[in-house]
């Protein structure tokens, strides 16, 4: 869809020296249902938003290694994917 549009904005410029109008645009009716269908797209891109929340549960142990810290090698993770 995009490179139809762009196709059609370098020949109409490339013709008439500036880029088109909206209205130029829509009076080529492929065209213009190549900028419908793009912005339903869009449109239906964004209402598609997800966040994916991954949380992780650590079983501690500890290590006599170099720094006695925590080792957080084993544990529990939990995936949430969230929708609009």
Not at 33 to 55: C, D, G, I, N
Not at 58 to 79: E, V
Request: no cysteine; net charge positive.
């Amino acid at each position: 869809m995009k490179k139809k549009i762009r196709a059609f904005e370098e020949s109409f410029e490339a013709e008439h020296g500036k880029k088109p109008t909206t209205q130029e645009k829509n009076a080529k009716l492929d065209i213009k249902k190549a900028l419908v269908e793009l912005a339903k797209s869009r449109k239906e891109l964004k209402s598609e938003f997800f966040v994916v929340v991954v949380t992780f549960f650590p079983k501690a142990s500890y290590q006599s290694k170099p720094y006695n810290g925590l080792s957080l090698d084993n544990g529990i993770y939990k995936i949430e994917v969230l929708t609009r």
